[in-house]
Structure formats: structure tokens, C-alpha cells
């Protein structure tokens, strides 16, 4: 068994409110909309986007290791941009992880943007190793994403404002 983390920075031109909003807030319409490629839905199925929320993330085919993970929301803090939340079902939780979480941080930049920080927690089965280039190809998802939403408001710069 594994214990570990992996953390990834990305800084942006667009301000830390925005990305809040697009991402957190109104992430479960604007992901499947804007990605639809990785994202076929976003449901609510407990709660209504605060703490102790349950969201069920469907994905579309091309994600080969897994169909959809549910996650409840853990910490909702606005006024630090800090978002948390934790694996519940689907995944890899069972497969390959004993549990998983997310935090998700957008700091704002005093000349402006911000620099958005994730931090991936992770237990792992018994007899279930770190990969390093699965690591990789994790941020590297993550990067791709986060530069398709961030393109898109900034193409539309009164969107999320």
C-alpha cells in the first residue's frame, strides 16, 4: 500500500473568481458542455453544490480506466478560492485505490490571474505501486483540461465574472 500525493500548479491569466465560478460552481454544467469528449454529464444526486454534496461524473468511452466516480464535496471555502473533495464510489476506488481526494486552490496574482494548485491524495491497494509515467500522463490531462476552460473564458471574458 501507497500513500502519496500529487501535486500540480498552473498559473493563469484569468482571475481566481472566474475560474471559481467556471470550474466549482458551475463546473457540472460547463465540463460536459465545453469537454464533451471526456464528459458525457455532471449530476447532482445529494445536495445542491455545497458541503456534503454528492456529484456522479459520467465519462464518455474515451476514458479507458473507468466509466464514472462519484464524489461528495468536502470544503466549499469562496473567500480562498479552496475546494475539496473526496472519492465515494466508481473510479479507481476498489481497482487499483483504497481512497482518493482532491483539493483544488486558485490564488489570485497581484499583476493579475492566479495560480491554481491541485493537490491529488491517494491510498493504494495492497500490491499496487506508484507510476511515475501515470503520474505524468495525470498532470498532463489535468493541464489539457484546465487550458480548455481557461481558452474558453478567455474568449468570452464576461462569462463567470
Not at 445529494?46 to 461524473?57: A, D, L, R
Not at 476506488?93 to 491517494?122: D, I, N, Q, R
Request: hydrophobic residues 35%.
Amino acid at each position: 500500500m501507497v500513500v502519496g500525493s500529487i501535486r500540480h500548479e498552473i498559473e493563469s491569466a484569468v482571475e481566481a473568481k472566474r475560474l471559481w465560478n467556471a470550474f466549482v460552481k458551475d463546473g457540472h454544467n460547463l465540463l460536459p458542455k465545453q469537454i464533451p469528449e471526456l464528459f458525457s454529464s455532471i449530476t447532482l444526486l445529494q445536495g445542491e453544490g455545497g458541503v456534503g454534496t454528492i456529484k456522479k461524473i459520467n465519462f464518455t468511452p474515451v476514458n479507458k480506466d473507468f466509466s464514472y466516480v462519484k464524489e461528495r464535496v468536502e470544503e466549499l471555502d469562496e473567500e480562498n478560492f479552496v475546494y475539496r473533495s473526496t472519492h465515494v464510489e466508481g473510479g479507481t476506488l476498489g481497482k487499483k485505490l483504497a481512497s482518493a481526494s482532491y483539493e483544488f486552490k486558485y490564488t489570485p496574482k497581484a499583476e493579475g490571474g492566479c495560480l491554481c494548485s491541485s493537490v491529488f491524495h491517494y491510498d493504494s491497494l495492497p500490491g499496487v505501486m506508484q507510476n511515475e509515467s501515470k503520474v505524468q500522463e495525470i498532470k498532463c490531462a489535468g493541464t489539457a483540461l484546465f487550458k480548455k476552460i481557461e481558452s474558453y473564458l478567455l474568449a468570452n471574458p464576461t462569462m463567470y465574472c
